[in-house]
């Protein structure tokens, strides 16, 4: 569900006050670091709760992004600059962190799938290239990302044709449901870019 407008473009104001840029930058700073390497021990003072901060300002931006560019009424161009500042602190926060194992694919994941959808198709290639997701609407999105078309279809196609759990058993049938939309979906691009027949686009 969108938020109104008004309040995206307040929010994104609000976003661009000197403390979350210094945050921001904070990000960048160390995610360089730890890319080389560096001891942590040798990092300057960032903020103790900088990787927290940098993710809650993110997923604030992604708000943001994805609510201007579904609004009609909204500016698209300044959605889809949140949305890829929105990856590029997700990917600076996550993609060197030796302390985020538990969180790192998802957020980066997301991260990809952000500046995919800012239209930053190679930085979503690169930011997706070695990242395994767990779980089968993530394999589905990185294999399409990605372009590996042939697992991506396998994946899609075990999923769509997977059979429905009982629906007493809440969280698999909710599981079940949008696993199942995420894969007809991806089913009706591929059979689009196989084809090129666009009334399956509204199906």
């Known amino acids: 569900m969108s938020i109104p ?3 995206a473009i307040d929010l994104l104001n609000s976003l661009s006050q000197r403390r979350i840029k210094n945050l921001i930058a904070q990000a960048d700073a160390r995610r360089i670091l730890q890319e080389v390497k560096e001891t942590a021990e040798n ?11 940098a993710t809650h300002i993110a997923y604030a931006l992604l708000s943001c992004g994805c609510s201007m560019v579904e609004n009609e009424d909204a ?15 997700l990917s600076d926060t996550f993609r060197f962190n030796p ?3 538990k969180n790192k694919n998802y957020n980066l994941l997301i991260a990809g799938m952000a500046l995919y959808a ?9 930011e997706l290239k070695d990242i395994n997701a767990d779980f089968e609407v993530g394999q589905i999105i990185i294999s399409f990302i990605k372009k590996d078309f042939k697992s991506l279809l396998n994946v899609t196609s075990n999923v769509f044709f ?3 759990p009982e629906q007493s058993d809440f969280r698999s049938f909710d599981e079940w449901v949008i696993s199942h939309e995420v894969a007809r979906c991806f089913l009706i691009i591929i059979d689009f870019i196989h084809t090129g027949n666009e009334k399956t686009l509204f199906l």
Not at 75 to 89: F, P, Q, R, V, Y
Not at 118 to 126: C, L, T, W
């Open 5 to 7: 407008t008004d309040y």
């Open 43 to 53: 990092y300057p003072n960032f903020d103790p709760a900088l990787t927290e901060k």
């Open 75 to 89: 500016e698209t161009n300044e959605g889809l600059l949140a949305l890829e500042k929105a990856g590029k602190i």
């Open 99 to 101: 302390n985020e194992d």
């Open 118 to 126: 800012a239209k930053q198709y190679s930085r979503a290639f690169i």
């Open 162 to 164: 997977s059979p429905m």
